[in-house]
Structure formats: structure tokens, C-alpha cells
């Protein structure tokens, strides 16, 4: 059987528009592009030039501003080497190099995200127990919203992410345990944890029901899987087109992250036995990833 939904508001929930896009950069020309990346800046796309880094906003790193870029790697160089097709053209990043620039980006944005999302993430993360397992968590960036002295079993497969990881854990006194493997491969015995938490990770993961199945089964019974994710519009609609369109493109700049998933539709799939669901849009209305779910899925 699928599990009882509970909508808690309808579409758009009433706490006005969060408006982080377009890209906007405002710096004085004295700044260098690192510092502008610290300031006013709201989710820039990325897109690979041949062996320049270029952004939404036009700008173009030479390869000494893309070793500053990767400074908060703790890295003292950063080599953006390419892979070579069978047909003798460019492809993406290597993965390491890649692995350590999507760490990179993810540490500069995280101010910008705190910003969007992080009244909603205190509400979501302000009942959870000591010690939580969360999915995906990147550099850290959801371990402001635990309380000291939590412990935290953190997978995460990109080992470029675990030094930032690390350092927010040993900052906000957060006990972080890292399994470096994919959700998919999740191995903690079953029915052992109170709550798991995963935001923005339906949307990447190669098998989101395997993810969820394994979510499902490490929970005690009544448990909780906190959950934040953007997920397709509405089918027909002319942003679920065009997300249709975006998604292949956005998938090879965004690694794998999918616009058009219905990942509200996967959480009902999985064997939970409720659903407490709410949804919001990022303003304007045609970013690719405004529609927005969060809730509570119980065991």
C-alpha cells in the first residue's frame, strides 16, 4: 500500500518569494573574482569551455584564478586536466578534479543556501534525536541546524568534501562519522537509527528508490526520513517542459542532478507509512529548480 500523504499547505506556503536567481554579482573592479564569489552571488550555472572555467555571468578564471578558486580546498594547486574520447575531443573533468571543484562550489554557496533554505531547514531539523544518519551531506553545510554534541553518520561518497566535512563538524562541536560510499550502498544494520536526514540528494543519486529502500530499512519503526528536494513542476506545464528540455545539459554541469524527477511520487513508492509533505517555489516562477518539496517520511 502507498502511504497517507498529509499536504500541510497548498502549492507556495505563504512565506513569500525567495528569490536566488539569476546569478547576481555585484564587486568593484578592485575585488579579485574569489572575493566576488563570497559576495552577492545566487546559484551561478556552470559550463565547461574548453580548458577555461566560465560562468553564467560571462566571467572567464585563468588557471592561476582557478588555483585561487580551489584555495578553500586546503589544496596548493589545483590541476584541471581532461579526459580524451575515443574520438580525440574534449571531455569533462577528470574525477578527482571534479570531485574537488563540485566541493569547491558547494563551500562558496553555502552562505547563498543558508539564505534559502535555512529557515525551512531549522523547522525540519529542530525535533531530531541525538544521532542521526544524513545522505549526501557534502561540506557540511546542514550541520549549523543540529544541536552540540550531535553525532552524525555522514555518508558521503566524494572524499573532497570530507575536509570541509570535518572542519564544520570540529566548529559547531558535531561528532560526524564519514562512510565514504553511495546511498545506494548503504550498509548500517536495519532498524537501527531514529532519523535520517537527506537534502537536495533524490535529485542526484543513479537509483532514488534504492536510496529510499535502504532509508526505509535502517529506520526503527516510526522513525523519520527529513527530506528537502526540487522536484519537476507539474506535468504539462511550461516549466515541466522546460525542464524537460534543461535536463540533459544539467545533468553533465550539475552531476547527474536531475530537473525533472518526481521525487514526491518516489517517497510515496518506498513503503512508508505516512508522508507529511509541504512545497514552496524559488522565485521567479521559470528557474528550472523552483518547485520544492520538504516533510517527514515515517516508518
Not at 130 to 145: D, F, M
Not at 218 to 232: K, S, T, W
Not at 271 to 288: E, H, I, K, Y
Amino acid at each position: 500500500m502507498g502511504a497517507a500523504v498529509v499536504f500541510l499547505s497548498p502549492f507556495g506556503d505563504g512565506s513569500g518569494p525567495v528569490n536566488v536567481w539569476p546569478a547576481r554579482l555585484s564587486c568593484a573592479h578592485g575585488q579579485s573574482r574569489l572575493d566576488r564569489f563570497r559576495g552577492d552571488v545566487d546559484f551561478p550555472g556552470l559550463f565547461w569551455c574548453r580548458s577555461t572555467l566560465a560562468w553564467r555571468t560571462g566571467w572567464h578564471l585563468p588557471m592561476q584564478e582557478k588555483r585561487d578558486f580551489c584555495a578553500c580546498l586546503g589544496r596548493g594547486s589545483c590541476n584541471f586536466s581532461f579526459r580524451m574520447r575515443k574520438n580525440g575531443s574534449k571531455s569533462m573533468l577528470t574525477n578527482s578534479s571534479r570531485e574537488r571543484l563540485d566541493a569547491c562550489l558547494l563551500h562558496l554557496l553555502e552562505g547563498v543556501m543558508h539564505r534559502a533554505y535555512g529557515k525551512k531547514k531549522r523547522e525540519l531539523f529542530r525535533r531530531l534525536p541525538a544521532r542521526v544518519v544524513e545522505i549526501g551531506p557534502g561540506t557540511g553545510a546542514n550541520l549549523r541546524y543540529y544541536p552540540p554534541g550531535a553525532s552524525v553518520i555522514a555518508v558521503e561518497p566524494n572524499r573532497a568534501m570530507h575536509p570541509h566535512l570535518l572542519a564544520h563538524a570540529a566548529q559547531k562541536g558535531i561528532d560526524v562519522e564519514i562512510k565514504p560510499i553511495r546511498g545506494e550502498q548503504l550498509d548500517l544494520p536495519t532498524n537501527s537509527v531514529d532519523a535520517v536526514v537527506g537534502t537536495f540528494v533524490l535529485c542526484t543519486v543513479d537509483n532514488p528508490l534504492e536510496v529510499l529502500s535502504n532509508v526505509h530499512r535502517i529506520l526503527r519503526p516510526l522513525g523519520c526520513y527529513v527530506f528537502l528536494e526540487h522536484v519537476a513542476a507539474p506535468d504539462g506545464s511550461c516549466l515541466h517542459h522546460l525542464q524537460d528540455l534543461l535536463n540533459s545539459p544539467w545533468k553533465r554541469i550539475f552531476q547527474g542532478c536531475n530537473l525533472n524527477r518526481d521525487t514526491a511520487a518516489l517517497l510515496r513508492k518506498a513503503g512508508f507509512s505516512s508522508l507529511q509533505m509541504d512545497c514552496f517555489r524559488l522565485q521567479p516562477a521559470l528557474v528550472p529548480i523552483a518547485p520544492h518539496i520538504f516533510g517527514l517520511a515515517i516508518k
